[in-house]
């Protein structure tokens, strides 16, 4: 991805925000609530970062850890904020941390979180070989990082999935956003331009990690990939 293009998709995942988890819901035909439980079930106790926090849709449920949410939009931020930090006051959880950052340059010194998810915005990282490496650097020995985003298995995975984000996704975003250049699109381009599950199997591995796995989970829209800091 090129700098223009990245910029330009930060302002459409900003223009995201009030529509973000109605969308989603829809796109993952109710799925996404029961893989984000499925990751947050696979997080150890202690100092836990969210690498591309959104608008907190998955940082409100994570319970009795010490959380930092990190995302390059500051727009996403104040609202996961307030969204993240209210649900934990009510339960007596201490709050979140927010920092504006990219994965490419965590702001964080050499092993200080016992593990690391992103959910759903792997594909919007600008280097990808980059941020996981940073990951990596950040992570005490042996912790994991968990990453769910949606598949392609193979070629004619990825050109049915692409016509699902192009017409049965996109044709719910322009009815709920009300215009037709709505910014689901770019989404939709990020996804077509995302990798196959087993590019960032090698990728994790390439980059350092070990017991690298990855799981296609139904109905086959996302893939977790799970690893481990050696």
Known sequence: MEGEEWDELQRNLMATIPVYDRINRFATLGQVSRWRKMVREKLPQGRVLEIGCGPGSFAEDVVGRDLVCVDPIPEMLSTA???????????????AEFVESTAEELPFEDGSFDAICSLFSFRDWYDKKAGLSESLRVLKPGAPIIIIDPAKINRLHGI????????????????????????????????????NTRDYVSMLQDVGFIDVEARVIFP????????RSP
């Open 81 to 95: 904020e307030k969204r993240v930090n209210s649900a934990r006051a009510e339960r007596g959880d201490s709050p």
């Open 160 to 195: 049915l999935g692409a016509l699902w984000m192009r017409v049965w996704v996109g044709s719910y975003a322009r009815i709920v956003c009300g215009v037709r250049d709505h910014p689901w699109k770019w989404l939709t381009k990020t996804y077509e331009e995302f990798g």
């Open 220 to 227: 086959g829209m996302a893939t977790i990939w799970s690893a």
